[in-house]
């Protein structure tokens, strides 16, 4: 199923013929497994010597494959690491697999390739228990320090209800409080300078500026930053492995809130993942309704960080114009779906009506009324000069540092590179809208702002076409495993009645296999890679989110600049917690 | 013994004016707030919200009076009080009307600066005092902003009082019969409004208590009445500078047909929604950007636009 033995030849020429595994997965992604021993050479082979390289770690997760039972064709592995690849100018991904044996499995580090892998690798040792032998800084990062097991692995219980009664004694609270005190040492901070003592500042996990449930730690000379340390984990709520226990159709209202702001986006990005395992080719009408409440709630998640943005560096007023413009899209979203923010309205195969009367006025009313509020926007917020002033030359990376970071979406544009996955790999229709993909040059705050701007116009040109050119049509597939199945037909042949009556009671059945999807979210590539034991439920859940890169480099671009500047710093960035804590 | 008791009256007249007006007049922002900013604001208790602010009162007044027990308690206390006295004090000096003034001093522009000056006692002191980090970045940049627009103040209002001939506020009124300052002070009125934002530290010049990036700045820890007296504290001093900024610039009293003291009202309540305005409108600078702009700027304009009014003065006079 590998459409570009391009690559595996050339990773076979250089690393030998019995190097390589190659995997034959649902997406067709290029997947190969490597002995553990060779990893880190081929992973660095990939990155810096391959032509058209492989530059960005996309993302970097693990299986328990223990209690899996299709594994055809695969080696052995109790738990598999999966690192995954982004080369920009080849425009192709790469899945390389280490199969680790045991209980207590180790891998070497790759922080030394990449400076992103280190949370990704804090997460396989949170999550998995997969130690990582080299890692400079090898802790819990989701889950509380003193919690025992690993989650994700399959005997960690996944309810409440498998889990002895809470109880928290005396003693067990004092430690678990023993346990917060804070160490500047264990987070790698130092107390004492060349000639100064420094202060240490707890930005949160409660904190106007963060966002949400977000600490940053602070070591200040002054009101300069030093050095900063985020702490994640405050939102974390077991999304992957809720995606263990959840039927396929079950869970898509948990993916609503995974980036909260942005709703629609993240049903799209599962469900085109589902659908590639499934193998279902939804109809026009479907892509194009996809295409657009997506668009929609790109606006609606830009407008809330436009809002807090200006917020974040003081202006008042925007933020209730742009709260204001988001319960216009709301009721827009509402008319059609029902739900506002997490409208939990995609379906596997379909959405789960077809489109109310009167939509096509409702949305025309909205197209029209944005652009002027937009306009009146550029005026407040991009072209007042404090404004510029608090964000250009702030909170700059460069390209380069862009990749290395695993920074995607608008961030990732706002540093001169035009990759967007609407563009670069069309999906769910979008290769029929035209559009324009937003840049900026510089890479800092401002230009950030500039690129999720500047999206927002192109998003209500992609909505006004969609409105303009909506297919006729159903609004889901035939496919059997469309769910919930189409009615009409259930009290007519006994087929589809059968199909109905499983779809709905069990759940779809979703045959055995891998598959990756990834798209443009609103705050980046946004993605699920989904594994099917050929069951109700899926085997794993890992969802690639772009908060959390995001969130990672925020030191990097902090230091040396003040207080302010890190809120700044954190506006434009757009993340949200839930988001980087899953 | 009528002159004391005609004093009395002076002072529990302003005193309660200025108090009510303050308080009444948190009131008129939320709701300007509110108009600017596409949305209600306090409408459901009373006509037209009025008495939201005496539901808030009654619930501050209600509230524990808490400190906490890291503070260093008795400058945590003299803090609010601090901001109180002084706000209060220079209210003394404000000629309302012909003769509605508690004590026209020969020196009121002076005893203004000098009322503001020690203002920033109060915020370095709650900043220092509530023993907290928040607190503390608060009160530090509360005296950096304060001192640097401290001097731009006071130098901004030189022209006037050389226009004048006097530090006395009702002299400077009188010598607005022909023309309103703000005419030839331009420059000394648009620099001494900024450095009155920044000396009240309204937004955007709030950089003190910054929310977004502060939490509260230097009250994070206060509450209660305590923390009233910080917000009525504000309020008061933002009267209070509207009032300098009529009293200095815009003919104080003066107006036709209606009486002094309502003109007097209207044209300092015009500019404290002035102040309104600006907090609806503007991002809050960089601290460093706001010092670079007060050094850099403000002080060479009121530098300038001393020298220009002495020579203009001194042509004038020979």
């Not at chain 1, 595996?8 to 992604?29: H, I, M, P, V």
């Not at chain 1, 925007?318 to 413009?325: K, Q, T």
């Not at chain 1, 230091?559 to 839930?578: F, T």
């Not at chain 2, 019969?177 to 709030?206: M, N, Y």
Request: hydrophobic share 45%.
């Amino acid at each position: 199923m590998n459409e570009r033995p391009g690559v595996f030849s050339e990773l076979q020429a250089r690393f030998g013929e019995a190097a390589l595994t190659a995997q034959a997965t649902r997406d067709g992604l290029p997947t190969f497994w490597a002995p553990a021993g060779r990893a880190a050479e081929l992973l660095r082979y990939l990155k810096t010597e391959a032509p058209g390289p492989y530059r960005m770690l996309y993302d970097l997760t693990a299986i328990d494959e223990r209690t899996r039972t299709r594994r055809e064709g695969q080696p052995e592995s109790d738990f598999t690491v999966i690192y995954h690849l982004l080369s920009f100018d080849r425009n192709e991904d790469i899945r390389i697999k280490v199969a680790l044996k045991g209980d207590s499995p180790a891998i070497r580090t790759v922080t030394d390739l990449w400076p992103s892998a280190n949370w990704y690798e804090r997460e396989l040792w949170d999550m998995f228990g997969i130690r990582v032998e080299g890692h400079p800084h090898l802790r819990r990062i989701l889950m509380p320090a003193t919690w025992q097991g690993h989650p994700l692995r399959k005997e960690h219980p996944a309810r409440a209800t498998e889990m002895p009664p809470f109880r928290l004694p005396d003693e067990k609270e004092t430690a678990e409080q023993e346990r917060l005190q804070f160490h500047p040492e264990e987070w790698g901070l130092k107390r004492h300078g060349a000639d100064t003592d420094f202060m240490f500042l707890n930005l949160g996990p409660h904190h106007p500026g963060t966002h949400g449930l977000l600490r940053l730690v602070l070591q200040l000379d002054g009101e300069e930053i030093v050095d900063v340390v985020p702490d994640i984990g405050f939102h974390h709520r077991g999304a992957e492995k809720m995606g263990e226990r959840q039927s396929w159709h079950t869970y898509i209202p948990y993916t609503d809130r995974v980036d909260y702001l942005a709703g629609s986006l993240n049903n799209l990005a599962y469900l085109l993942a589902v659908e590639k395992l499934a193998g279902i080719e939804v109809p026009d009408r479907v892509k194009t309704i996809r295409v657009m409440m997506s668009e929609l709630f790109r606006i609606i998640s830009h407008l809330v960080w436009y809002g807090t943005f200006a917020a974040d560096l003081g202006a008042m007023s925007p933020v209730f114009y742009m709260f204001n413009d988001r319960e216009r899209a709301f009721d827009v979203v509402e008319a059609i779906c029902g739900g506002r923010m997490h409208p939990n309205w995609f379906r596997i195969g379909g959405v789960a009506q077809d489109l109310p009367e009167g939509w096509d006025r409702l949305m025309r009313e909205f197209l029209a009324y944005l652009p002027a509020r937009l306009k009146d926007y550029d005026g407040l917020v991009m072209r007042n000069s404090i404004f510029k002033g608090r964000t250009k030359g702030i909170g700059r990376y460069s390209l380069d540092e862009a990749i290395e970071w695993g920074v995607t979406g608008p961030g990732l544009r706002a540093c001169g590179l035009e990759w967007d996955f609407r563009k670069k790999r069309p999906y769910s229709g979008y290769e029929w809208f035209d559009f324009e993909v937003p840049t900026a040059q510089n890479g800092d705050c401002y230009d950030r702002a500039v690129v999720r701007v500047a999206e927002m116009r192109q998003s209500l040109r992609i909505i006004e076409q969609c409105v303009r050119n909506m297919p006729a049509g159903p609004y889901k597939s035939d496919h059997p495993l469309t769910t919930p199945p189409r009615k009409e037909r259930t009290m007519h042949d006994i087929e589809t009645l059968i199909h109905h009556f499983l779809n709905v009671s069990w759940g779809p059945v979703i045959p055995a296999g891998e598959a990756f999807h990834g798209i443009e979210g609103a705050k980046g590539s946004n993605g699920y890679y989904l594994i099917s034991d050929g069951n109700t439920m899926p085997y794993r859940v890992r969802i690639r989110t772009p908060s959390f890169p995001h969130i990672q480099m925020t030191p990097l671009i902090s230091r040396g600049l003040m207080v302010s500047d890190l809120i700044a710093i954190l506006g434009s960035i757009d993340y949200v917690l839930a988001d980087v804590d899953r | 013994m009528s002159d004391t008791a005609r004093s009395l009256v002076t002072i529990f007249a302003v005193l309660l004016g200025a108090l009510t007006l303050a308080g009444g007049f948190i009131w008129v922002e939320r709701r300007l707030l509110a108009l600017f900013q596409e949305r209600w604001g306090p409408n459901r208790l009373g006509p037209l919200g009025l008495f939201q602010g005496v539901a808030d009162m009654i619930k501050i007044f209600m509230k524990e009076d808490w400190v906490p027990p890291f503070a260093d308690k008795p400058v945590f206390v003299l803090a609010p009080m601090l901001i109180m006295v002084t706000t209060l004090a220079s209210l003394a000096i404000i000629a309302f009307a012909p003769g509605l003034v508690v004590a026209d001093l020969n020196i009121g522009v002076l005893f203004f600066l000098a009322m503001s000056s020690l203002g920033v006692y109060s915020v370095a002191l709650a900043g220092w005092a509530s023993n907290s980090k928040y607190a503390l970045l608060g009160g530090m940049r509360a005296v950096a902003q304060m001192l640097s627009y401290e001097v731009f103040m006071g130098l901004s209002l030189m022209g006037v009082v050389m226009m004048a001939g006097s530090f006395r506020l009702t002299d400077i009124v009188a010598a607005q019969k022909s023309l309103w300052f703000c005419i030839p002070q331009l420059p000394g009125l648009a620099v001494f409004f900024i450095a009155g934002v920044a000396e009240t530290h309204r937004s955007p010049l709030d950089l003190p208590e910054a929310e977004n990036e502060l939490v509260a700045g230097y009250h994070t820890e206060y509450s209660g009445m305590k923390f009233a007296l910080f917000l009525l504290g504000e309020y008061v001093g933002m009267t209070v500078v509207s009032a300098m900024i009529v009293t200095l610039f815009f003919g104080g009293w003066a107006g036709p047909l209606l009486p002094p003291v309502v003109w007097f009202l209207v044209k300092t309540l015009f500019l404290m929604c002035l102040f309104i305005w600006l907090r609806a409108s503007f991002p809050r600078p960089r601290y460093d950007q706001l010092m670079l702009f007060g050094w850099k700027v403000l002080l060479p304009v009121s530098l300038l636009n001393l020298a220009v009014t002495g020579a203009v003065l001194l042509v004038r006079g020979a």
